[in-house]
């Protein structure tokens, strides 16, 4: 089982940043891949970014260059990071973290951001 708590969420005027983290703990030691998901209103959920625990990472097209994942380990917990910059208004959604192990896909509770124009 993996545990995953999201922070980092609020609003920001357009152009602003943000960083959204997520610790996961449990089995955390047998993650593969951990990302950043999104839902707006309406809309499905998509891919943010991934990375690997290689280190490699995956974009959306829509926030390539605004957009950095990374992840950190230490003490046995794993840890991703999307720090975001150059908000726009349609960023706006639900983001969640995303665990991937061998067995099972792994969901935060979410944690809103909002842009505001």
């Known amino acids: 089982q993996v545990q995953l708590v999201e922070s980092g969420g609020g609003l920001v005027q357009a152009g602003g940043s943000l960083r959204l983290s997520c610790a996961a703990s449990?089995?955390?030691?047998?993650?593969?891949?951990m990302g950043w998901y999104r839902q707006a209103p309406g809309k499905q959920r998509e891919l943010v970014a991934a990375v690997t625990t290689g280190g490699g990472t995956n974009y959306a097209d829509s926030v390539k260059g605004r957009f950095t994942i990374s992840r950190a380990r230490a003490n046995a917990k794993n840890t991703v990071y999307l720090q975001m910059s150059s908000l726009k208004p349609e960023d706006t959604a639900v983001y969640y973290c995303?665990?991937?192990?061998?067995?099972?896909?792994?969901w935060g509770q979410g944690t809103q951001v909002t842009v505001s124009s």
């Open positions: 449990g089995s955390s030691f047998s993650i593969n891949v």
């Open positions: 995303n665990a991937v192990t061998v067995v099972a896909d792994y």
